[in-house]
């Protein structure tokens, strides 16, 4: 832990310049980036096929059991770095998605991919999931900020690494890039895990904004920490644990929310391209469509976080979801570049100006304790959605030839994700609310 200690103290150092928080929020967007080469998985396709003559659906299928890997290992990963620490959740990590993909270049049989593409996919919890719940123990002031920078990192992951896969390909053949990604991973992940740190107390540090060990400020109407009346004071919320977050209304509400807005992104993800080419749109076009979503997602991430500290947390994620429901009811009616090109821009900030939030309304609503297995739990939930949207678009699309029905469920998910959350409520303990009913 040499190289992190040196780090810490470089931080800790001369007049402070650097709060160690800021380390942790770049730890968590390189972390998140690694998700990159899962959805490279396409690179692959036409390799995979020349070689051993595999259908297109026998290997897309593995995203489906990917993601099924995620659903279930999402909450066990949170539970187990509430418990042991992030750090070696990390390394965990590391050493899973690093052999799984070393493996996938070592196979001769479809299962033998699978076996090989699941293993990697263990990992995946913990380069995901974590880095939203790691970043909030850091960060009281500037935590829309910090939420926005480490969900970037899934954003950024495509553009680095499809091109990356492409261009080992091309060199070295699919086997030979296959070993190289699987010890880049294993790099990346170690050194993201040499540098983390839990939490600020573990070297001697207090989140961001919170300076005395007194007070105690509550949140207000929007999910936030209300500092107004003293900003030093230490937010001295109730830590839940996840038994007791499953049995109030907000966790309910918080895992709808996620779910619906999960289906609309990935069935927008999938079948756009699919839309635009039947929409008279250039395939070159529509395929960069679709690179464009994730770009400038980055850039809604980095914003909607900071919009947040600025607007609250609510008030910005009912803003992104209801414009994001209009503008799929504009979609089935986009059939020019120009107009397609507006869409993609447009859609895809304001879906990466609703990432950072949900994370955070978690967060600020059930403390940091058991913050990493209550945010595995509704993960998982999302997950689903993801499941869902992808389906629902294909089905539909089966069924009637088109997408206008489809597109027009995805802005009624965001629709009614959006009005969900003028009904969140700050939770009540199920035993605070069982006093408060027997003295009523």
Known sequence: DYIGAKMRSFCRGGDEKIFYGWIIALCAFISAQTYGFFFSLGIFF????????????????????????????????????????????????????????????????????????????????????????????????????????????????????????????SLYGWRVSYFIIGGLVWIIIMLVAIAIVDKPEDINLRPLGEEEPHGSPTMDGNGQIDLSHNPSARPKKKEWTARDAMRTRAFFTLGIIWLLCAIPIHLIMIHIVNFAINAGIPKETAAAGLGFIGGVSIAGRLLGGAFADIMGLKRSLIIATLLSSGMLIWLPFINTTNAFYAFVIIYGFLYGARVPQIPGLIGNYFGNKNLAEIMGLLWAVAAIGSIIGSLMGGFIFDSTGGYFLAFLLASLCFGTAGLLVFFLKTPIPFKDLKIKKEQI
Do not use: N
């Open 46 to 169: 036409k390799p995979l096929q020349d070689e051993f003559g595999w259908g297109a659906g026998e290997i897309s299928i593995i995203h489906s059991f990917h993601i099924a890997v995620f659903i279930v290992s999402m909450p066990i990963v949170g539970r187990l770095a509430d418990r042991h620490g992030i750090k070696k959740i990390f390394v965990i990590s590391a050493f899973l998605m690093g052999i799984g993909f070393f493996l996938c270049g070592m196979v001769d049989k479809l299962w033998h991919f699978y076996m090989a593409y699941l293993i990697a996919s263990l990992g995946v919890a913990a380069t995901t999931g974590l880095p939203t719940t790691i970043v909030q123990r850091w960060f009281v002031k500037k935590k829309g900020l910090a939420l926005g920078i480490a969900a970037s990192g899934i954003g950024a992951g495509p553009l680095l690494a499809a091109p990356l896969s492409e261009y080992l390909i």
